[in-house]
């Protein structure tokens, strides 16, 4: 069943060593309220993924990237399907490292396909790497959209999540954060996109959620522009921070007494 809301930790090549990621989760279940109308997914180091699995048997997990298909020769890698064994729900794909990296709109197209084929729920992230007068940037998002869902079919189109990440407000080198305003802008684009393939349904009900130098700070500010959620690198390796944000959004759907 669809939640209000998804908060999405991105761990990146984070922490260290195994040890501290243990301890980081078992502080974050520790602090963590019940939550009802929160999805929350802690998305480790693939290496991570089987040690935090076995451990802690309530908390979902993902994978930061899929191979694009699957074949086994691919130095490095790891397929949809092993990390699917190995007890991962979701799996980013597309992220702007990893597309940095050499991944082609077709390439993220491929990883979404792998992730729906082995039963992962996708987290397609999309974003332009600067804004400019002309709205290049909107061309960027919808080329980045229409591509990946190109390589998958119809009927899983509903299945996709959506993380909108400009790159220039993530990370920290980032330049700021973007705006609630910015954020409802590119989400309704998204929508419309998503409307033009996969259809009005699947457009209204879809998730969209916002990444990029999020912090407990501006949670509530991006829900009330219609975020579904987020995708948190920095802050989600604070547990503190972490447990906030989620406190927060849960809060921001509890129906009020
Ligand atoms: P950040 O990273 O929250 O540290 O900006 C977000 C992301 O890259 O997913």
């Known amino acids: 069943m ?28 520790k602090e963590l309220p019940r939550v009802q109308k929160t999805e929350v997914v802690v998305i480790p180091p693939v290496l991570y993924l089987s040690p935090l699995r076995e451990k802690f048997k ?13 074949v086994h020769a691919h130095t490095g890698s790891i397929s949809a399907a092993m990390a699917k064994s190995e007890g991962a729900t979701y799996a980013i794909v597309g992220h702007s490292e990893v597309r940095s990296a050499g991944a082609t709109n077709e390439v993220v197209g491929a990883s979404l396909r792998e992730a729906l084929k ?22 960027e998002i919808k080329t ?40 409802r802008e590119i989400a309704i684009f998204i929508r419309k996109v998503f409307s033009d393939i996969a259809g009005v349904k699947v457009a209204t009900s879809m998730v969209v ?27 989600s390796l604070d547990a503190k921070k972490f447990v906030d944000i989620v406190t ?3 809060a921001y759907y509890k129906p009020k007494k």
Not at 62 to 70: E, K, L, M, N, R
């Open 144 to 183: 980045q959209l229409e591509e990946a869902l190109a390589q998958v079919p119809k009927t899983a189109h509903d299945k996709i999540l959506v993380a909108y990440e400009p790159l220039w407000a993530i990370g920290k080198e980032a330049l700021r954060e973007a705006t609630p305003e910015e954020f």
């Open 248 to 250: 927060l959004a849960e």
């Open 118 to 139: 082995a039963g992962l729920v996708p987290i397609l992230c999309v974003g332009e790497k600067a804004r400019d007068h002309n709205g290049f940037y909107l061309h």
């Open 209 to 235: 959620v916002y990444g990029g130098s999020v912090d407990e700070k501006s949670i509530n500010p991006f829900l009330e522009a219609g975020a579904n959620g987020f995708l948190i690198g920095r802050a």
């Open 2 to 29: 669809k939640k209000n809301c998804y908060i999405l930790a991105n761990w990146k090549m984070n922490p260290a060593t195994k040890k501290e990621a243990l301890a980081l989760v078992q502080k974050i279940k």
């Open 58 to 70: 309530s908390v979902l997990f993902g994978v930061q990237t899929v191979a694009p298909d699957d």
